[in-house]
């Protein structure tokens, strides 16, 4: 049977929307193939040797976000107040804008493998896109406690607040369960994580683009995403941008998301790099 190539219409949709966002291992880990690179990229309807190419296009992508941070003194500075010896675990914890493969943590990743002498950093990608916060506790053990991390970055809740459009009375979580699912995160990994927790609070989505946009069936309302993040920022850890201002003082800026208004671009997932180490530079109480 002849495989169904993509046409390059699809493709432009594949490399915007899905394929920085879709792993196949972290969906399905107990599937014998599940990486098999040559299967994936069957699914998406391109060759191997195209889905190796998008990829390491989304890697450089995200190194030279890196290497455009470092040219910000004040960043450098910041750095060199982080403690850390470059042999930690990192985990990152979150959905799609963590997953993201060229998003703020591989950006992150290179910004400190630059900038670390013999850095010999183990960077664990534990997003997965569009999962709530009931999702992320779900697989919490599988994902992030089983490898022993030193630090766990937890960008968490977006998703909570779906308000779906054959349903759009309520939102997906009810507030108090994302309470409770937020504080048994805190729970588990406080007990097992010297350093402490990295919260980073969801940023805003510009929700007349993702009402616009035909390969989404929800929306997410201003006033049920400041609820989630004012339960994050109450949090106990380092809080990366308590207020959700990030992605623009007066409101999210059009330039720092994709066309969906929901996904973050190279500039916005820059500005969350930034926020992580002028906050991870701090002073310790």
């Excluded at 391109?46 to 290497?67: G, H």
């Excluded at 910041?78 to 850390?84: E, P, R, V």
């Excluded at 950093?121 to 992320?136: K, L």
């Excluded at 510009?206 to 004012?230: R, V």
Aim: hydrophobic share 40%; charged share 30%; net charge negative.
């Amino acid at each position: 049977m002849a495989r169904k190539k993509a046409t390059e219409e699809e493709k432009s949709v594949l490399e915007q929307f899905m394929l920085p966002y879709h792993h196949i291992a972290k969906r399905i880990p107990l599937f014998p193939g599940k990486n098999n690179t040559a299967s994936e990229a069957g699914l998406f309807g391109v060759t191997e040797e195209e889905l190796k190419k998008y990829r390491k296009n989304f890697d450089e992508n995200a190194k030279e976000a890196a290497l455009e941070i470092l040219k910000d003194d004040d960043i450098v500075d910041c750095l060199d107040n982080i403690s850390m010896d470059g042999e930690e675990t990192i985990v990152a914890f979150g959905d799609s804008n963590t997953e993201d493969a060229q998003g703020w943590f591989t950006i992150l990743r290179h910004v400190l493998e630059i900038s670390t002498e013999k850095a010999n950093f183990n960077f664990i990608n534990a997003g997965v896109s569009y999962n709530t916060t009931a999702e992320a506790l779900r697989r919490i053990d599988r994902d992030v406690v089983l490898h022993d991390p030193d630090w766990v970055f937890i960008a968490i809740g977006t998703f909570d607040a779906q308000r779906l459009n054959i349903a759009p009375e309520r939102t997906l979580l009810p507030l108090s369960e994302t309470w409770e699912n937020i504080e048994s995160i805190q729970s588990i990994l406080e007990s097992r994580i010297e350093n402490p927790l990295v919260w980073i609070t969801p940023a805003p989505v510009i929700n007349d683009l993702l009402e616009e946009n035909l390969l989404y069936d929800f929306t997410i309302k201003e006033k049920d995403l400041s609820q989630i993040q004012e339960l994050v920022a109450g949090k106990s850890g380092a809080i990366i941008d308590s207020s959700g201002k990030r992605m623009g003082e007066n409101g999210p800026q059009a330039w720092n998301y994709l066309p969906d208004g929901l996904h973050h671009s190279l500039s916005g997932h820059i500005e969350t790099v930034k926020a992580i180490i002028k906050k991870l530079a701090e002073p310790k109480n």
